[in-house]
């Protein structure tokens, strides 16, 4: 979806170095999320922030930062990049209509850490 | 702890078939239900969605069915196509503030010319 983009969209890095994926959106959603995809799987969430000021961790977040610079822009960071955080990397926004939530996911990052 | 089981993890269907992808879930506070699909080199994208209020869904030719006393829910593709070929994943959250998604472990589903 071209309303979430993702930069870089392919990263390879070495063991320790830090690397930060970014993500913008033009949907004007306050909700943000990280997601890391992996085989076997499924999509598990990294950090979600519902409003600037609000940052949460999710599911799997040891080994990882975030930073909300503005509504549009959630950025991912790895200050220590390690060979088992090789995966594909999804940031999304969300809206709630009528009760129901929908996310809307970038076209992902895929990061090889060697 | 995986609060969503998928399965199959991998499935093949002629053109035409239906196919069928289970979900399982363990947490009773559950109360949405969506469905996304991914293609490959795509992010995931919403397909459908159901609410525990209702047994079936149904949009052109998918169809969510939903077992609230069996904590299950599935989905069937009708009259499948090849342009269906992607990854399916299920999904559930608690409709409250966080609205926080747990999702299956994806269903690769390959329909066959």
């Known amino acids: 979806d071209a309303d979430v983009t993702q930069t870089p969209r392919n990263r390879i890095t070495k063991t320790g170095k830090r690397i930060m994926l970014e993500c913008s959106q033009t949907?004007?959603?306050?909700?943000m999320y990280w997601y890391r995809q992996d085989p076997g799987l499924g999509l598990r969430l990294i950090y979600y922030?519902?409003?600037?000021?609000?940052?949460n961790k999710g599911e799997i977040s040891d080994g990882y930062s975030v930073s909300r610079q503005a509504q549009a822009k959630f950025s991912l960071s790895l200050e220590s990049a390690i060979p088992n955080q090789t995966a594909l990397y999804f940031c999304?926004?969300?809206?709630?209509?009528?009760?129901?939530?929908?996310?809307?996911f970038g076209p992902g990052t895929r990061l090889l850490v060697l | 702890q995986q609060q969503v089981k998928q399965s199959p993890q991998s499935l093949i269907v002629q053109k035409g078939g239906i196919s069928i992808i289970n979900c399982a879930y363990e947490n009773t506070a559950f109360d949405y239900f969506p469905w996304y699909q991914q293609f490959p080199g795509k992010g995931p994208a919403l397909l459908i969605a159901?609410?525990?209020?209702?047994s079936e869904k149904k949009e052109g030719r998918f169809t969510i069915s939903f077992n609230k006393s069996a904590k299950q829910f599935s989905l069937h593709i009708m009259d499948s196509q090849p342009g269906d070929s992607a990854t399916y994943f299920c999904?559930?959250?608690?409709?409250?503030?966080?609205?926080?998604?747990?999702f299956g472990s994806g269903t690769r589903l390959l329909v066959r010319p």
């Open positions: 922030s519902f409003d600037v000021k609000d940052i």
């Open positions: 999304a926004t969300s809206d709630v209509t009528g009760g129901l939530e929908t996310q809307y």
């Open positions: 949907k004007g959603h306050d909700r």
């Open positions: 999904a559930a959250s608690i409709g409250d503030s966080s609205y926080k998604l747990i």
């Open positions: 159901i609410r525990p209020d209702v």
